[in-house]
């Protein structure tokens, strides 16, 4: 199931083309607590997914889509200067606060789309954290992977500078003014704002795409989300 964007949004701050930044209403911050699901549960709260992915694809058969990470470029240290050699390194080149390392099997990745002048995108970075410690001990074994489409270099140098710390490994879109065209590649409109939210199986399959911030009380939606659909080819909807 799709729902309808309005992707206008004043943003402070360089805006690559197609690209800007999704406020929505701030949740009070609390604690976060386990959601307990069983098996026979999962169908019954289905009707309430669509309400966190915009769109939806089955793990394989038809209409399934296998998840590629856009080109990147290393991501740019503190007094590098405004612009990084776009054609040196890979997705790889550096790791910024990177707890968990590199995509191990059997696990999920949780893919994000952000920048430096998000607002929106740095203010769920600790809800991420926290939810990925959450569903560890539940068993829910995740990767983050934040795709900065930050345009200068020293801008997004300066943000990590001022935030060693991610959820995940930090990585640095190549071309950011061509993520509108990667965004309708995953079934998204290009002009959609950030952050982008893309949940990949352990198959590499794209199973939900979200547009727009996340709030703490959407943790047990998200939960069931990745329980119903570990051994469940059907989309996610």
């Known amino acids: 199931m799709t729902r309808f964007l309005i992707p206008m949004v004043a943003v402070v701050g360089f805006v690559a083309p197609g ?25 019954a709260v289905e009707v309430n997914l669509s309400s966190f992915c915009d769109v939806s694809y ?17 991501v740019p240290r503190e007094g590098e200067g405004t612009q990084a050699d776009p054609g040196a390194g890979g997705p790889n080149a ?14 999920w990745r949780w893919i994000n789309f952000w920048a430096s002048w998000c607002g929106p995108c740095l203010r769920e970075m600790p809800i991420l954290d926290a ?11 995740i990767e983050y992977e934040f795709w900065s489409v930050d345009e200068d270099a020293s801008d997004l140098a300066s943000l990590l500078s001022k935030r060693p710390r991610f959820p995940g490994a930090v990585r640095w879109t190549r071309e950011p003014e061509r993520i509108g065209a990667f965004f309708s590649g995953l079934g998204i409109d290009e002009r959609a704002p950030i952050p982008v939210h893309v949940l990949v199986d352990a198959r590499g ?6 547009v727009g911030e996340i709030r703490e009380s959407l943790y047990g939606t998200v939960r069931t989300i990745l329980m119903a659909s570990t051994d469940d080819s059907s989309p996610v909807r």
């Open 19 to 43: 690209t800007a930044c999704k406020e929505t209403d701030k949740a009070p911050q609390r604690e976060i607590e386990a959601v307990r699901v069983s098996p026979a549960d999962r169908r």
């Open 205 to 210: 399959s794209i199973r939900c795409v979200r």
């Open 58 to 74: 089955p793990s394989e058969g038809q209409g399934s889509r296998p998840f590629s990470a856009p080109a990147a470029r290393p």
């Open 131 to 141: 939810w990925g410690t959450s569903l560890e001990k539940e068993g829910v074994a």
């Open 94 to 107: 550096r790791v910024a606060g990177d707890r968990r390392g590199l995509p191990e099997a059997g696990r």
